[in-house]
């Protein structure tokens, strides 16, 4: 069996690697992508498509049992046992990865990523070792550029790489010479000397609950954005600790979140259609809005806790990007929710906010 046989190289390379921790998941999408090689591709706007950082990102605890359990339904399926309609819609929903938000998120996709690239391409091929170069250069910084990144931002870290695999491996794939690996330590002298490098997403992807307003520069309330600036950062990270040794930097150039994301080439805007603004925002919700969390981040980690976001009275799930941020879109999936709450909805919707709406998920 296919599958199961890359599940085995995947482990057994990152045993040597002393990665074992790190082993990417062996999913069906992978194994045929790896089997086809199916490497290349022309359209750096899918994530989903080709080898990059994006396809190894961090899973919980949770979305990993489940991963396990629709894999070994997959794997029934291929020995010939019947499935229905529902095993296929689990098998396609684990699969899905997510964003990482987090440092440890992101160095786990690093890591794993590391496992994937030397099962693919070996130990001495340049592209691994200019990953691997990489990779133990943001381990060691790891703290310094943890003042300079925020929640939203480490999806942003990854597209950067995504952008640069996806097309080097597509022009190898066309030109019969040895292409030049990117040079991906460029990302972190970036970072860290404050110089812009935050790419956009591609425009599906940028999706008002994947990031929070402010990020996507539409509504920007000053304090909100203070939120990802180092200084901020550093303060929240080092409450506990008033000797803080680091050097402190004057509070100038913010790292602007990055500039509105073109409205842009392609329309991001047809997308999702025209702003609606929640003309009675209720001032219940401006706490969790200045928190300034993405609110995909947000939905995911109270669903693993399994206290996904409820539903209004008429059976439709609230929207908390209407609600919680005060505007939506046109075309958002809860528009039956776009309108004022009743009070039993409303205390309901802050009841949920209060325990889950938090960067740490549900308490
Ligand atoms: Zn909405």
Avoid at 1 to 23: F, I, N, P
Avoid at 36 to 51: K, N
Wanted: charged share 20%.
């Amino acid at each position: 069996m296919e599958r199961k046989s890359m599940e085995e190289r995947l482990r057994c390379v990152a045993d040597t690697l002393g990665l074992l921790d790190y082993v990417p998941a062996a999913t069906a999408g992978l194994t045929k992508k790896i089997s086809g090689c199916d490497f290349s591709h022309f359209d750096l706007t899918d994530l989903e498509a080709g080898i990059h950082p994006f396809i190894t990102t961090y899973r919980s605890l949770q979305s990993r049992t489940q991963l396990h359990n629709a894999l070994s339904v997959y794997d029934d399926l291929r020995e010939g046992t019947s499935a229905t309609l529902h095993n296929f819609q689990a098998l396609q929903e684990s699969e899905k990865s997510g964003f990482p938000y987090s440092m440890m998120e992101c160095t786990y996709c690093f890591k794993s990523f590391r496992v994937l690239l030397h099962t693919l391409l070996g130990n001495v091929h340049p592209l691994t070792n200019a990953w691997d170069t990489f990779v133990s250069l943001w381990i060691g910084r790891e703290a310094r550029l943890a003042e300079y990144l925020g929640p939203c931002q480490f999806a942003l870290v990854l597209r950067w790489l995504q952008i640069r695999f996806s097309a080097w491996f597509t022009d190898q794939h066309r030109e019969p010479v040895m292409i030049s690996v990117p040079d991906f330590t460029g990302l972190l002298t970036k970072i860290l000397y404050e110089e812009s490098w935050m790419p956009t997403l591609p425009p599906r992807y940028q999706n008002h609950s994947f990031f929070p307003a402010r990020v996507l520069g539409m509504s920007a309330p000053a304090p909100a954005t203070r939120a990802l600036t180092p200084s901020t950062r550093r303060s929240s990270l080092r409450s506990t600790t008033p000797t803080s040794t680091a050097p402190r930097r004057p509070a100038s150039p913010a790292p602007a979140p990055s500039p509105a994301p073109a409205p842009a080439p392609g329309g991001a805007v047809q997308g999702r259609g025209a702003r609606v603004n929640n003309s009675s925002f209720h001032a219940a919700f401006t706490p969790f809005r200045q928190l300034g969390l993405p609110l995909m981040m947000v939905r995911d980690r109270a669903r693993e806790a399994n206290r996904g976001v409820p539903n209004n009275d008429d059976h439709v799930e609230f929207c908390l990007s209407y609600h919680v941020l005060g505007f939506c879109w046109e075309n958002c999936g809860r528009t039956q929710d776009h309108r004022s709450h009743r009070p039993a909805e409303h205390a309901r919707l802050v009841a949920w906010c209060t325990d889950c709406y938090r960067e740490g998920g549900p308490l």
